[in-house]
C-alpha cells in the first residue's frame, strides 16, 4: 500500500479592514489561540503566531488536500464571527479582503518565527 508524505509549510499574513489598530493586548492571545483552535480543527499544526495591531502572522502547517484559499477562508471568516460574537472590540470587526501567504522550506523556520 502505498502512502503520502508532505512537509507543507505556510506563513500567511492579513490585516484587519482599513489596517485599524484593533487587536491590542486585551485580546491578542485569546484571538491567537482561537486561531489555532481553527487551524488544529482543519488539521492543520500551528507552528507559530504574532503579529501587530493591525494584523496577523500565522507559520502552520496544511493537510496535502487542504488548499490556502479554503484555509485562510476559514481562518478569517471564523475569527472575525468569534470576535463579533464575543464583543471583543468597539464596532463591528472584519479583515481586510486578501492575504499573504508563502512556502516556507524547513530551515527556514527559525528565521520566520523571529
Not at 34 to 60: P, Q
Not at 64 to 86: L, P, T, Y
Request: proline residues 1%; glycine residues 12%; charged residues 20%.
Amino acid at each position: 500500500m502505498g502512502s503520502t508524505l508532505t512537509n507543507l509549510v505556510a506563513h500567511i499574513v492579513f490585516s484587519t479592514k482599513d489596517r485599524f489598530p484593533v487587536i491590542d493586548e486585551s485580546i491578542q492571545g485569546r484571538l491567537y489561540e482561537y486561531i489555532g483552535g481553527i487551524i488544529r480543527g482543519e488539521k492543520g499544526v500551528l507552528l507559530a503566531i504574532g503579529g501587530t495591531a493591525d494584523h496577523v502572522h500565522v507559520l502552520s502547517k496544511i493537510r496535502a488536500d487542504q488548499s490556502m484559499a479554503e484555509m485562510v477562508k476559514r481562518i478569517k471568516g471564523n475569527s472575525s464571527r468569534w470576535i463579533n460574537d464575543n464583543r471583543l472590540v468597539t464596532g463591528h470587526f472584519s479583515w481586510q479582503d486578501g492575504y499573504g501567504a508563502f512556502s516556507v522550506g524547513q530551515s527556514q523556520y527559525g528565521l520566520v518565527q523571529q
